[in-house]
Structure formats: structure tokens, C-alpha cells
């Protein structure tokens, strides 16, 4: 039995934790809003209007006439004003150098709001000791996510005006894993309980998160190659389920990744496997006897990869519309977290 004095500190653990649980939880809907802005960036081509990187002094954006002109001078000798963008003024320039910049100011303040806190927590003792090393996991993945953006971007101030796709695929899914992570410490910090089922059905879910995964993956190659730009129709691409265009790229493996054509004909079927899988895990958890709350989260996650694979439809065949392709990606983000709740509370 607990003395008094016991009781109290247990209690105020307890309640620290409850604001931990909280603090990382604001991260994780900060991360979704950072996510967005990405998705504006790019869909408004300004993700190479800032073309160099300043960590500290970046945070400040050019204020009179004179650093302006200084800042569009700059982008000026790089290829994307050379070859794309000629003749553009310098009201046009700021439209695109405020959305890059809102990006990594954003990114810079997530850093923040995750470092202090942290710094606190850690140093009035409010986080459980096995914590510790994966909030420093998470502050390690956070740091390289900035990296990787910036590397990101250089690839575009080369030859060609655009990123390449292999980096715009791995700083998306840097930013998904980051997401995944600390929103699975928030179901641990909730002593979030498992359920028992069979060893299929955890497999089963186990593997819709692979496939999920891949088709992160394959959004982003979607996205860096603008694959989404050709082919508006569906389910056929134009008369054809596949495109001649699919296979021109000698040898044939490359056009599983460098064929804008190939690319969307992958995304737009495995978004269509994601749907069927989840609705089989659906069968499979009212065939066996299963928890109503895990009935509820397939049911909710099969729901929720429905309205997403919708909203990719409606953006392909509208031809990529700002409003569409940002709900697209800012539901791929509640899809993951959906998902990963289902596999927390299946896993042993």
C-alpha cells in the first residue's frame, strides 16, 4: 500500500504525463499542417524560389525594396527563372518565395516546439526514464528531415528546374515516419490496450501498412515526376488500361520509377489494392470473434482509405486542382494515423 507522500508523486507523474501526451499530440497536428504547406509548395512550383539555405538568418525574410531585389536577383541564376520563369516580376516572385519560405519557417518552429518542451520535460522529470531514448529518436529524425529538405531543393538548382523525385519520395516519407512515430508514443503515453486476434489477421494489417507505405512512396514519385498532369481519365488511361507510354524507357525495370506514365498506372492500382485489402481485413474482423472497438477502427480506417482513394480520382480527372490535391495529402495523413492505431492495437 502507497504512503500519502507516494500517492501524491504518483499522481503528479501521472499528470505530467497527461501534458507530455498532449504536447506530442500538438506535434503531430503541427506536422500535418507543415505537411500541407509542402504539399502548397510544390503545387504552386515555389519550392525553388529560396535557393540557398540559412538555418538561423533564414528566418528573417527580406523587408525593403533593396533585399528584394537582392533575393530575386539571386533566384535569377538559377534554371528555373532561366528556363521557366522569364520575365516574371518581383510581385510574382514574392507570391512563390512566401510559400517556400512559410514552409521552412514552419519547419523550423515544429523544431522549436519540440525542443523546449522536450528540454523541460526531461528536466523537471515528467518523462517516464524508457521514454527518453525515443523522444531523442524522434528529435534525431527531426533534425534530418530539414536536411533532407535541403537536399531536396538542390536537386533542382542544377540543370533541370525541378527536384528529383527519389528525394521529394524520401523527404515525404521522412515526414510520414516522423508523423507515424510520434503518434504511436501518444497511444503508448495513453496505455492505449491491445486486443487479441489471430495471427492472419495481425499479418494482414502488418502488410496494409507495407502497402500503404509503398503507395506514400509512389504519391510522391507521382507528385515529383507531375504524372498526374497526363492521362485524366480512370479507370482507363485514355482507351487503354495501360499506356503505350508505360514501357518506352529502355531498360524495361526503369519505367517502374522514372515513367511518369507507369508511375500513375502503380499509384492509381495500389491506391485500389490499399481499398480492397482494408475491406478484407473489414470481413476478416466480423468473421472472427473480435472487439467491438476493433470492429469500429476497421470500420473507421476502411471509411477513411475509401475517401481517400476517392479524393485521388476526383484529382486525376480534374486535372490536378490546388484544392483537391491538398486534401489528398493532408488525408493520406489521417489514413496513416488511422492505420497505425489499427496495427498498435493488433500488435502482440
Not at 518552429?109 to 522529470?125: D, K, N, R
Not at 499479418?203 to 507528385?223: C, D, E, H, P, R
Request: charge should be positive; hydrophobic fraction near 50%.
Amino acid at each position: 500500500m502507497l504512503s500519502s507522500h507516494e500517492e501524491e508523486k504518483v499522481s503528479r507523474f501521472q499528470g505530467s504525463s497527461d501534458w507530455v501526451r498532449v504536447w506530442l499530440a500538438f506535434v503531430c497536428l503541427v506536422l500535418i499542417a507543415m505537411i500541407t504547406v509542402g504539399g502548397a509548395t510544390r503545387l504552386t512550383h515555389s519550392g525553388l524560389s529560396m535557393v540557398d539555405w540559412k538555418p538561423l538568418s533564414g528566418v528573417i525574410p527580406p523587408v525593403t525594396v533593396v533585399e528584394w531585389q537582392a533575393e530575386f536577383e539571386q533566384y535569377k541564376q538559377y534554371p528555373e527563372y532561366q528556363k521557366l520563369n522569364q520575365g516574371m516580376s518581383l510581385e510574382e516572385f514574392k507570391g512563390i518565395f512566401y510559400w517556400e519560405y512559410s514552409h521552412r519557417v514552419l519547419g523550423r518552429g515544429i523544431g522549436l516546439i519540440f525542443f523546449i518542451p522536450f528540454v523541460f520535460f526531461w528536466w523537471t522529470q515528467s518523462v517516464d526514464r524508457k521514454y527518453l531514448p525515443r523522444l531523442v529518436g524522434a528529435l534525431i529524425l527531426g533534425g534530418s528531415q530539414g536536411l533532407m529538405g535541403w537536399y531536396m531543393v538542390k536537386s533542382g538548382l542544377v540543370d533541370l528546374p525541378r527536384v528529383s523525385h527519389y528525394r521529394l519520395a524520401a523527404h515525404l516519407s521522412l515526414a510520414m515516419l516522423i508523423l507515424g512515430y510520434l503518434f504511436w508514443l501518444v497511444l503508448d503515453l495513453s496505455s492505449t490496450s491491445r486486443e487479441r486476434v489471430t495471427s492472419l489477421l495481425r499479418k494482414w494489417v502488418m502488410g496494409l501498412v507495407v502497402l500503404l507505405s509503398l503507395q506514400i512512396v509512389y504519391g510522391a514519385f507521382t507528385a515529383g515526376l507531375r504524372a498526374g498532369l497526363g492521362f485524366n481519365t480512370y479507370p482507363l488511361m485514355g482507351q487503354q488500361l495501360l499506356a503505350d507510354s508505360a514501357t518506352t524507357i529502355q531498360p524495361l525495370w526503369i519505367n517502374f520509377f522514372e515513367n511518369g506514365a507507369m508511375v500513375q498506372f502503380i499509384h492509381r492500382w495500389l491506391g485500389f489494392t490499399v481499398l480492397l485489402s482494408m475491406a478484407g481485413v473489414l470481413i476478416m474482423a466480423f468473421m472472427q470473434p473480435t472487439s467491438k472497438r476493433l470492429r469500429q477502427a476497421v470500420t473507421v480506417t476502411l471509411s477513411l482509405v475509401a475517401v481517400q482513394f476517392l479524393l485521388g480520382v476526383l484529382t486525376l480527372i480534374n486535372y490536378v486542382p490546388l484544392y483537391l490535391a491538398l486534401a489528398h495529402q493532408v488525408f493520406a495523413c489521417i489514413v496513416l494515423l488511422s492505420m497505425v492505431y489499427l496495427l498498435y492495437i493488433v500488435r502482440n
